[in-house]
């Protein structure tokens, strides 16, 4: 059975170089810490364009793709790419839009991937991570809140798989920046709990082939 290994949180910090604020700086907190359909309360996040709301509401990261950037010569630990639970078990690989994760009460839906940004380049201090992030596809997985709950390390995980289209994250990853992406797997996709802004832009592409 899987298990969560930590709950990360991050405090207000500048971008290395820049006086940007971001919140990717997360660390591991003890005891039990609320999770709502809004993420964690008192969890930063500075970019809400691209990060948070309810259709992102927790990004999860996975210990097994922890291990692989571990063989990669990265030094790991909890919270390091900013997720906000690390969760000992699956990997990026296995996890699929609409795969659920039970910790507790909690129970959290996979609506998407983390597409690497520059601000992540920054934090982790190599110019080229953005490739090498996207290359490995390994990119975790977003997630909307089903249910609220509290949770603590060491709850046990279950893992609940989608039911219907097996659209995995590291596949979904693979499409980004891709101007003309398959049809097919556009209305595969559609039948998955994707995220809205996802579904909105693959209906209207769809749309426009007609």
């Known amino acids: ?19 940007t604020l971001t ?3 997360k660390e591991p907190v003890s005891g039990p810490v609320a999770i709502t ?13 691209h990060h948070g709301g309810v259709d992102q509401a927790i990004y999860v990261y996975f210990q097994a793709d922890y291990d692989f950037w571990a063989d990669q010569g990265v030094t790991t630990f909890p919270g390091l790419f900013g997720e906000n639970v690390t969760i000992e078990g699956p990997d990026s690989a296995s996890a699929c839009i609409g795969d659920r994760f039970a910790i507790g009460d909690c129970v959290l839906e996979v609506s998407y991937h983390r597409t690497p940004c520059m601000t992540f380049s920054a934090k982790m201090g190599d110019p080229r ?16 809140v089903l249910q609220p709950g509290s949770v603590a390390a060491g709850m046990a995980v279950i893992a609940m798989p989608f039911a219907g289209e097996r659209i995995s994250v590291a596949e979904l990853m693979g499409f980004d920046g891709v ?5 097919d797997f556009m209305s595969r996709a559609l039948t998955t709990p994707i995220r809205d802004k996802t579904r909105f ?10």
């Open 37 to 49: 359909r809004d993420g964690i309360p008192g969890d930063v996040i500075a970019d809400r364009r």
């Open 1 to 19: 059975m899987a298990s969560l290994l930590s709950v990360n949180i991050g405090a207000p910090r500048n971008i290395p170089g820049t006086g």
């Open 179 to 183: 101007a003309d992406i398959p049809r």
């Open 23 to 25: 919140g990717i700086y």
């Open 129 to 144: 991570w953005l490739k090498r992030f996207h290359k490995a596809r390994r990119p975790g997985a977003y997630c909307r």
């Open 201 to 210: 832009k693959y209906e209207n592409r769809l749309a426009s082939l007609f």
